[in-house]
């Protein structure tokens, strides 16, 4: 079943992909002051909104987590919190050449992008702490408490951009802003996202079951263990 | 919360001393006041432990120093250069010299276990970590206070002139940084690795509020009004509020399970 879900979503998330790739490449115009390079709004967009589900997800489960005791509750937020930090890396790659182009600098410090990499290093800390504890249930409190702090300080990335408006630019989804994109430009955004979060459940799915067959291990190990 | 006995707040020696004045009355104590005495029986127990002991505040002050000393190498003290970048240079002595302090928060408890003792006296365990947060905070405080007229000598700054706000800031900023130390300290207690945990943590989790500090002091430091400043004193405010709350809630499981 588990396996069926993730030959689906990944067949789904490439021909949404290559459908959009053809959309974006050959009937969207250029942007009238960015030129060809506005196209990586495409990618840079949907996995910021990706990795910000991804977010949503984890805390969800480690939440679930506190309240059932349930390991798997625990495997989901894991999983899901590891694929999030690949897509806010791509964030801050793609955001990173983008820069280059639009601003004339790899990295500006401004309040988002600071505080998109400072959840960045949230995750990275996340999947430290993860490694640093051995017993399951302790690594299951501990990191399940990280996660909600993680969180809020994403709730502060989210809100900062409509306190601190600097170098990079505010809302220009209409959901957000009510106008700023050509709502022809902007469906590509959209389709885009539903392909990575198809992506990135066919990627979770995957590691949930690596962190089923790690508990079977580990229990198998300690049983051997205590032989 | 369960109420307390006033002989179960008193059996511990710890709370003996910060109890006995208002326990004199001899009928047994409302639960919330049996909550703040606990509180600060817990703290006057780490603060009475550090004032004997002096093990993290002499480190502290002397790592502080030691930074301090270390910056002169970065650029030239007496260039007006350092009035721009004054509060990024206070800020960073703090976090690093906090660390210290907030590590052996909880760590300094392993020792004979006294951790599993305190988690099994009547201290609930947001009882427990607002205590050692409140000790934490005078603690830092502390050092700061000294840090404070060093730094203005070494690099011939003033900021006497507008001590009131730059107290507010340093209040605010370092009860942040108390918290979310504290409660990483509970977090990373029983790890292998808690002393290299601890700032990997702690370090990305503080940066909005010492982004909002170092502006601030900058600001104050260089004379200038605060203006369109105050947007940081709102961050410093709602990240103190917010994660206050959320520490309170969690640290329970943490320490407890």
């Known amino acids: 079943m588990r396996q069926k879900a993730i030959y689906i979503l990944s067949a789904i998330a490439a021909v949404l992909l290559t459908w959009n790739l053809y959309k974006v490449f050959m009937v969207e115009p ?35 987590y506190l309240w059932k005791r349930d390991l798997r509750y625990d495997a989901i937020a894991a999983s899901v919190t590891e694929v999030s930090w690949v897509f806010a890396t791509g964030v801050l ?21 600071t505080s998109m990499l400072v959840c960045w290093l949230l995750l990275v800390s996340y999947l430290m702490l993860r490694q640093a504890v051995d017993e399951p249930g302790q690594r299951a409190r501990l990191s399940a408490v990280l996660a909600i702090f993680t969180f809020t300080d994403w709730v502060i990335v989210w809100k900062s951009i409509e306190w601190w408006r600097t170098q990079h630019p505010g809302p220009v989804l209409s959901i957000r ?13 959209y389709w885009n996202a539903l392909a990575m ?20 291990i580990d229990a198998l190990r300690r049983y051997a263990h205590a032989l | 919360m369960t109420p307390l006995s006033f002989t179960e707040s008193t059996d511990k020696p710890a709370a003996d001393k910060a109890t006995a004045v208002t326990s004199a009355a001899g009928e047994p104590p409302k639960p919330r006041f049996a909550a703040i005495r606990m509180i600060l029986a817990i703290a006057g127990k780490d603060l009475r432990t550090e004032i004997r002991t002096k093990e993290t505040i002499n480190a502290a002050l002397a790592f502080a120093v030691v930074i301090l000393l270390l910056f002169s190498y970065a650029f030239d003290p007496t260039s007006d250069q350092v009035r721009e970048i004054a509060g990024g240079l206070l800020w960073l002595v703090f976090l690093f010299a906090g660390a210290l302090v907030l590590n052996r928060s909880f760590s300094r408890e392993l020792t004979n276990d006294c951790l599993d003792a305190l988690i099994a006296s009547p201290a609930s365990g947001a009882q427990l970590w607002a205590g050692k947060a409140l000790a934490n905070y005078v603690l830092l405080l502390a050092i700061e206070a000294v840090c404070l007229p060093v730094f203005g000598i070494f690099y011939n700054l003033t900021w006497l002139g507008q001590l009131p706000l730059l107290v507010l800031v340093i209040a605010l900023a370092t009860w942040a940084m108390t918290i979310i130390g504290t409660t990483f300290s509970a977090m990373t207690v029983n790890l292998r690795l808690r002393e290299l ?61």
């Open chain 1, 30 to 64: 250029d942007e009238l002051n960015q030129g060809a390079m506005y196209r990586i709004i495409y990618i840079h967009v949907p996995f910021a909104m990706t990795c910000g589900t991804g977010f949503f997800v984890s805390v969800v489960a480690s939440i679930a």
């Open chain 1, 93 to 113: 790659v793609t955001g990173s050449i983008w820069g280059r182009i639009a601003w004339g600098i790899w990295w500006a410090w401004d309040p988002r992008l």
């Open chain 1, 177 to 189: 802003s009510g106008g700023g994109m050509a709502p022809g430009m902007e469906a590509p955004i």
């Open chain 1, 197 to 216: 979060a198809c992506l990135a459940a066919a990627l979770v799915l995957l590691r949930w079951r690596q962190e089923g067959v790690k508990r079977e």
């Open chain 2, 197 to 257: 945990m601890l700032p990997t943590l702690l370090y990305p989790m503080l940066i909005p509020p010492v982004m909002g500090a170092v502006k601030l002091t900058t600001t104050i430091m260089a004379g200038d009004p605060i203006g369109d400043d105050t947007i940081w004193f709102r961050l410093l405010i709602g990240y103190d509020i917010i994660f206050t709350l959320l520490s309170a809630a969690l640290v329970e499981i943490l320490l407890v399970g």
